[in-house]
């Protein structure tokens, strides 16, 4: 989890950095995503699940506002490649494998909170806000 961190603490000072016009540097950008991280760490389970709940909203708004800027464009970001070879293949899923299986342990302990009462066998069932479906 700590490489997780670290990316994540770099990438979001690098994209204060971008929307800031560069009037923030990068290591101020990583100092105030860490600082943020850690608010909303203290804040406990509940909070970060509240977050959790909305968090895909400025993203979705994001996506369109991106795709609505450079929707006549996009049929121009590519161009034809080389078939890909074993190592490409190989080296991609390697990436994604290092980046999801560290965080796919602990992914339940921020995605999900299951009341103590629930019965076991229905644990896969159980809504945020601590009731069976």
């Not at 909303?40 to 994001?62: D, L, M, N, T």
């Not at 339940?108 to 809504?127: G, N, Q, T, V």
Request: proline share 5%; with cysteine; aromatic share 10%.
């Amino acid at each position: 989890m700590t490489g997780f961190s670290v990316i994540a603490a770099i990438v979001g000072g690098q994209t204060l950095t971008a929307v800031s016009d560069n009037t923030i540097s990068i290591n101020v950008g990583i100092v105030i995503t860490c600082i943020v991280a850690l608010v909303v760490s203290f804040s406990g389970y509940k909070i970060i699940h509240i977050y959790e709940r909305f968090c895909w909203i400025p993203v979705f708004v994001a996506i369109i506002i991106a795709v609505g800027c450079g929707g006549k464009n996009l049929t121009l970001q590519t161009v034809p490649e080389e078939p890909a070879t074993v190592q490409a293949v190989l080296s991609y899923a390697s990436l994604i494998a290092g980046f999801m299986i560290p965080f796919g342990g602990i992914v339940s302990d921020f995605a999900i909170y299951i009341s103590p009462s629930a019965p076991r066998y229905l644990l896969f069932l159980s809504s945020p806000n601590n009731q069976i479906c």
